[in-house]
């Protein structure tokens, strides 16, 4: 019996370092009316709680990036992260069409449509951000003091998120925030 203990607390200690991604994706509306004949883009930027720079923007993808990380210290005091737990949370806020005719709803379907394909485009940033900090932690080297071992792994963690930032503001550029996706409204 003392073998197989000692053999399985050997197995253990011999296992590389273990990641551990957990992801929520909330989404969250606001409530919009629009009359017959009503413009329906009129009607979306009135009803829009989300403002940014003097600009009204019909929905928004909030995400962020959380990481923990356990690290195993040598007697010589060298450092090894041997766990990590990266967190995504993310909230998806899009308008809720309420009244309108059956021109109306069905313009406002499709752009919905569009809208929420724009907003996951977002969040896939958001997953891959989580994904690339995780293995940035598990690949970490070892460093001769756990002191600066944390100091460099929240560097790396860091350098990624701020790259995943940049690309969100790209990824917008590049599709006009959204609207190369079909999520523009002309009337």
Do not use: K
């Amino acid at each position: 019996m003392r073998h197989a203990m000692i053999a399985s607390l050997l197995f253990c200690l011999a296992m590389p370092a273990q990641a551990e991604v957990q992801e929520r994706l909330q989404e969250q509306y606001y409530d919009l009316q629009v009359a017959p004949g009503e413009s329906l883009s009129r009607a979306i930027n009135q009803a829009s709680p989300i403002r940014q720079n003097g600009q009204i923007y019909h929905a928004y993808t909030r995400w962020q990036v959380q990481w923990n990380f356990w690290w195993r210290e040598q007697r010589d005091g060298r450092c090894q992260i041997d766990l990590t737990r990266t967190r995504l949370n993310a909230t998806i806020t899009l308008p809720r069409l309420g009244g309108g005719d059956a021109q109306q709803r069905q313009r406002f379907e499709q752009y919905l449509g569009a809208l929420r394909e724009h907003e996951m485009g977002h969040y896939r940033i958001g997953q891959a951000a989580a994904a690339e900090i995780d293995a940035a932690l598990l690949t970490t080297p070892e460093y001769p003091s756990c002191a600066e071992l944390q100091q460099q792994a929240n560097r790396r963690a860091n350098a990624v998120l701020q790259r995943h930032v940049e690309h969100e503001r790209r990824y917008d550029r590049e599709t006009g925030h959204g609207r190369s996706q079909g999520a523009w409204l002309t009337e």
